[in-house]
């Protein structure tokens, strides 16, 4: 006997009929023409470490918090949800917290150097050889000790938590195809390590699921071995395989450069590299302050002139190339901005960013540092969120 029609329409219901749809018409894509190219990822680590400067530049805890929180809404308010790399800023806030507890228990266990006078809690000290003098394992553990603890384990957060919402805003992918042609080679050393070792990592749980399968043990001396081997192999075949199709695509060809412009240009690089080295230390402690950023600008024009005397070196082109346009300005100036004045609020008023813990004082809210730190909330209003990402745009 057949099926009747009625029957056979609820049973084919039942089993190929599609995900019912939400009511109401879908948000057509936007078309590639209207989008707003995004924000040049060098701007984002220019705005973040500009903000870590400034967070360098003081151990007050509410602008040290003031700062936390502008991060933490800016990465909000900009980031792609949908790329891999967005979710690095609760990865680095987690880090940061670590940090900040490590600090306080060293200073727990090992003691402080800082003098205080109320008495938290005395722990049983370790009596120490006569060559681990100015080393104490216990003893006593003061308010005044862990308090200044505090004050530097935040600072240390602060920067942690500037680096997580770099990481946040700029995808890795973008920011090396923007280096310049003098770190061409190091670019693409980069990209293959970040494509290699997600591959690893899924051959190692694919090999272990495997084993476990066919009831074979995945783990200790002999399961490592077993796995160890078979991903390795697989690891020198693809890299073989991508050397090759490399090659074949003019990877690693270089233009023909004088011998002289090789000389300068090494020297360039060299030597701006070090002026900058020199320079951000010169910022970010107290007695430097004169001389860092004369030496760090300094550095930066000789490292800028040293990379585009080498980009001659590579004859390359770049597939849709990240405009440095007037928002990738006004971000990088905005946290520029943070960081001088914070700089310029640490020479003329010391106390308000550093608060005294001999005697313990209560930390107070300086008004405008404050409000230039507020500054640095300025990419949260110039940079609309973007409906999808340009990375994973749809062939």
Same mark, same amino acid.
């Given at each position: 006997?057949?099926? %009747? %029609? ?8 039942? +089993? #190929? ?10 948000? &057509?894509?936007? &078309?590639?023409?209207? =989008? ?23 151990? /007050? ?9 502008? $991060? ?7 980031? $792609? ?45 370790? %009596? ?38 770099? /990481? ?18 190091? #670019? +693409? ?8 070792? %997600? ?11 495997? =084993? ?44 023909? +450069? ?47 002139? #040293? ?56 930390? $107070? ?18 940079? &609309? ?8 745009? &749809?062939?």
């Amino acid at each position: 006997m057949g099926v %009747p %029609p009625r029957e056979r329409s609820r049973a084919w219901g039942r +089993v #190929g009929a599609a995900a019912p749809r939400k009511r109401g018409r879908a948000k &057509p894509p936007v &078309p590639r023409q209207q =989008r707003r190219s995004p924000v040049h990822p060098g701007a984002w680590w220019l705005w973040s470490l500009s903000l870590g400067v400034a967070a360098s530049r003081t151990t /007050n805890p509410l602008l040290l918090a003031l700062l936390v929180t502008v $991060t933490a809404y800016v990465v909000a308010v900009c980031r $792609t949800r949908s790329a891999p790399w967005s979710r690095s800023y609760a990865a680095f806030a987690r880090l940061a917290l670590a940090v900040l507890l490590v600090r306080l228990a060293f200073t727990v266990v090992l003691g402080s150097p800082v003098p205080g006078a109320h008495t938290l809690v005395t722990l049983p000290e370790v %009596p120490l050889p006569h060559w681990a003098q100015g080393i104490r394992l216990g003893g006593r553990v003061t308010a005044e000790a862990l308090v200044f603890a505090l004050y530097d384990g935040l600072r240390i957060a602060t920067l942690l938590v500037c680096v997580g919402a770099a /990481n946040a805003l700029a995808g890795p992918a973008r920011l090396l195809k923007s280096l310049p042609g003098a770190l061409y080679e190091l #670019g +693409v050393a980069a990209v293959v390590a970040l494509t290699f070792a %997600p591959h690893l990592v899924a051959d190692v749980q694919r090999l272990r699921a495997a =084993r476990r399968l066919r009831g074979r043990p995945d783990s200790g001396i002999r399961g490592l071995l077993q796995v160890g081997l078979p991903v390795l192999e697989g690891a020198l075949e693809r890299s073989v395989a991508l050397a090759a199709a490399m090659d074949a695509r003019g990877y690693g060809r270089s233009a023909d +450069v004088p011998d002289r412009v090789r000389r300068t240009t090494a020297a360039l690089t060299l030597g701006g590299l070090l002026g900058i080295c020199a320079g951000l230390y010169g910022l970010l402690t107290t007695e430097g302050g004169g001389y860092g950023l004369p030496v760090l600008l300094a550095g930066v024009v000789a490292a800028l002139a #040293g990379l585009r005397l080498g980009g001659r070196r590579s004859p390359r082109t770049r597939y849709r190339p990240d405009p440095w346009d007037a928002r990738a300005w006004l971000v990088s100036g905005a946290g520029a901005a943070v960081a001088a004045l914070l700089t310029l609020a640490s020479v003329r008023d010391p106390d308000a960013l550093h608060p005294g813990v001999v005697p313990l004082v209560a930390p $107070t809210l300086p008004l405008w540092p404050a409000a230039a730190v507020l500054l640095g909330l300025l990419p949260a209003l110039i940079v &609309p969120k973007d409906p999808e990402d340009p990375e994973e745009e &749809p062939s």
